[in-house]
């Protein structure tokens, strides 16, 4: 059964979607990483009696406003729907 026109979008949009989602939670990840590392770094500090952490607790970098900025826009996922609508088009940039 062939797709109506709004099917294909609806499925291109899914597909930004998707595309974008997967990069925030690779981008999540790295940030979680590196917050690890840095508590970890902190920790090991700590245990030896460095002065400077004397007193100190350990601030994550993971915080709700970078989470909210590395969330893709409502536009965002759009424009790359859209990029994508364009090369099944054959409508590629540069050609």
């Known amino acids: ?38 508590y970890e770094s902190y920790r090991i500090e700590f245990e030896k009696g460095n002065d400077r952490h004397r007193g100190s607790t350990f601030k994550s970098e993971v915080t709700a406003e970078k989470i909210d900025a590395l969330l893709p826009s409502s536009g965002q996922i759009i424009a790359r729907a859209e990029e994508l609508y364009r090369f099944i088009e054959g409508k590629i940039e540069g050609k």
């Open 1 to 38: 059964m062939n797709k109506n026109a709004y099917e294909i979008r609806l499925d291109i949009l899914t597909l930004a979607h998707s595309d974008m989602q997967n990069g925030f939670f690779e981008k999540l990840n790295l940030l979680k990483e590196a917050d690890n590392r840095d």
